[in-house]
């Protein structure tokens, strides 16, 4: 099982974590830490995350963070996870639907 994501959401994922940062000295590597976490849970239980209704793509998925507020949009296939956002839960919902589509970024994380 491989957990990849997409270039907008790996962008996502490190602006938050700066902003953390910058707030908080450590807080930022707080996020990051969690968000690790939260990959690592997800590849042993990639169906936790609840389904999203009206997307084309079957099996996009959010898990909401427990600490922080993010979720992570993702998408369940046979080979693994792909991560389309790492959304702050006071955004526009469903900003991330036209990245459904795109091709994953060539970073990965390996279960």
């Given at each position: ?10 962008q996502e994922m490190m602006d938050a974590a700066e902003r ?63 991560v389309v956002a790492v959304s702050h839960q006071h955004r526009r919902r469903g900003y991330w639907q036209n990245r459904v ?11």
């Amino acid at each position: 099982m491989k957990l990849t994501l997409l270039d907008a959401a790996e962008q996502e994922m490190m602006d938050a974590a700066e902003r953390y940062e910058q707030k908080t000295p450590g807080l930022g590597t707080e996020f990051l830490h969690a968000i690790a976490s939260a990959f690592s849970l997800l590849l042993r239980q990639r169906f936790l995350g609840r389904i999203f209704a009206g997307i084309d793509v079957h099996d996009t998925r959010e898990y909401v963070m427990p600490r922080f507020p993010y979720s992570l949009i993702y998408i369940v296939s046979e080979t693994g996870l792909t991560v389309v956002a790492v959304s702050h839960q006071h955004r526009r919902r469903g900003y991330w639907q036209n990245r459904v589509q795109e091709q994953p970024a060539t970073y990965a994380i390996a279960a």
